[in-house]
């Protein structure tokens, strides 16, 4: 299918980057080489100071290729840079050291078929930063129609595997650039108070573990997350499930208690949180193992 665009509507792909020059063509290529053939990339720089000017400097004679530099003002912004160039009527996004799998758009596409379907998202295999590849299984279950519910519990979406209908952006609004960690939960929520969730079990996205990544930073990425969770219960609260959006706090206090409990060997900390959550939802079980798990590992 590589280079047929009839019937086919143009899929804009976003890389945001910072300083991703020696993984950066990996992830280029990787979308330059679809079987899907409608398509156009746009990098948005955010203001790297390694060899990323350089290595897309390779890539100047490819139409399809939208490269703009700007100072570095942060993932949010850089994001929502690349989605108002955008041009097509579906976006997608692969962040800079990860990659896709040939055949990405053409397994996820057909799936927005169903009107209602604004983001198609898929399943993901793992690669180090040595470019080892390995497989895990899910870290979560996968949901797919109507999601807010099971969204507030947990970020199911890989976010680099996501597809979206412009029209969610032009109807729910882009990534909101007060966070600088979560910001695709905080999108998936908005999103899914109007649009389904269709997933995709094929494995058509390739994430990068590597020491240096953002996602290591716990206190960081649970700070953001209560943020997201309160700001989206003021603006859409009359149209939640009240009994889940419970479940959710409870959940969030259980789940910061166990990650600073299980990186930073405290007692004090950690047991308020889960006593926290257990008085919002005292038939979380998870959250009573955990509680007992924190007392023995002090005691």
């Known amino acids: 299918m590589q280079g047929v665009t009839s019937n086919m509507p143009l899929v804009s792909v976003v890389i945001a980057s910072y300083n991703m020059g020696q993984y950066i063509s990996q992830a280029v290529d990787s979308i330059l080489c679809q079987t899907w053939g409608n398509l156009e990339v746009i990098v948005i720089d955010d203001g790297s100071q390694d060899n990323t000017p350089a290595v897309m400097q390779s890539y100047v004679s ?20 690349g989605l108002k160039l955008a041009t097509g009527d579906f976006i997608a996004f692969c962040d800079a050291d990860d990659f896709w799998e040939p055949n990405k758009l053409e397994v996820q596409m057909p799936l927005f078929e169903t009107p209602n379907v604004g983001i198609v998202y898929s399943e993901i ?17 996968r949901y797919t129609g109507n999601v807010t519910d099971h969204l507030l519990i ?4 890989p976010f680099g595997t996501s597809v979206i209908r412009r029209q969610c952006i032009l109807q729910n609004g882009i990534f909101d650039e007060q966070f600088r960690m979560g ?11 109007d649009w389904e969730f ?16 953002m996602s290591n930073n716990y206190r960081g990425r649970y700070d953001f997350a209560f943020q997201i969770l309160n700001s989206f219960v003021n603006k859409h ?6 009994s889940q959006l419970r479940k959710a706090w409870a959940d969030m206090y259980i789940g910061k208690g166990n990650t600073y409990a299980k990186n930073e060997k405290t007692f004090r900390e950690p047991f308020g949180y889960i006593v926290k959550g257990l008085s919002m939802n005292p038939a979380n079980v998870d959250g009573w193992k955990s509680l007992i798990k924190v007392i023995i590992r002090w005691y």
């Open 62 to 81: 490819d139409k399809r290729i939208r490269y703009f530099r700007t100072d570095n003002q942060g993932q949010s912004k850089a994001k929502n840079y």
């Open 154 to 157: 947990r970020n199911f979406v």
């Open 125 to 141: 295999s793992n690669i180090d930063e040595n470019n080892k590849r390995y497989m895990k299984p899910p870290a979560y279950k």
């Open 183 to 193: 910001i695709d939960w905080d999108l998936w929520l908005r999103y899914s108070l």
């Open 198 to 213: 269709a997933y995709a079990p094929e494995r058509t996205y390739v994430y990068r573990e590597w020491a240096g990544q």
């Open 237 to 242: 609260g009359h149209r939640l499930n009240k």
